[in-house]
């Protein structure tokens, strides 16, 4: 199975996208997708639209899985800000016609570190132990995405 998990956000938007086979787990791609604050917002969410379609075009993934969006009260402007990016992400899987999975933060914490209030950087630390990076990816956006694929994988094997 490949998953795609994508990280989404206005000016950097993470994706990862990874392979199980049985219990085998590998990193197939894995980056960002940026857009200047210099441009309108039509344009940027235009950008982050094109970008989708193509990585789905390219790695073929059998399902998008994106984190639930969580809207606290102090900054409502973030959220709606964030739906947008996300609609154009549901947007580009309708067209492509792959499943789109949805998980809150806390689940998929639980599903990487085992505590649904897992510091990010023990997320970021397990999700490069888990695909045996030597490195921790320069952009958490993009430890968040590959996380989101992990957990996907973790829950679809615990049903089985």
């Known amino acids: 199975m490949r998953i795609l998990g994508v990280d989404p956000a206005l000016t950097i938007t993470g994706?990862?996208?990874i392979d199980i086979d049985n219990k085998k787990i590998a990193l197939i791609e894995a980056g960002i997708i940026s857009t200047s604050s210099k441009d309108e917002i039509a344009k940027r969410l235009e950008r982050i639209n094109k970008a989708v379609n193509k990585l789905i075009a390219d790695t073929k993934p059998?399902?998008?899985v994106l984190e639930k969006i969580y809207a606290h009260y102090r900054?409502?402007?973030?959220s709606y800000i964030l739906g947008q990016a996300r609609g154009v992400i549901c947007l580009a899987c309708a067209q492509a016609k792959i499943p789109l999975v949805e998980y809150a933060a806390t689940r998929v914490k639980k599903?990487?570190?085992g505590k649904g209030l897992a510091s990010k950087t023990q997320v970021q630390r397990m999700v490069a132990n888990t695909l045996n990076l030597t490195s921790i990816p320069?952009?958490?956006d993009?430890?968040?995405a590959l996380a989101?694929?992990?957990a996907h994988s973790a829950i679809m094997r615990a049903r089985v």
């Open 15 to 17: 994706y990862g996208v």
């Open 62 to 64: 059998d399902c998008l």
């Open 75 to 78: 900054h409502p402007t973030t």
């Open 111 to 113: 599903a990487i570190v």
């Open 138 to 140: 320069k952009y958490t």
């Open 142 to 144: 993009v430890t968040d």
């Open 148 to 150: 989101l694929a992990l």
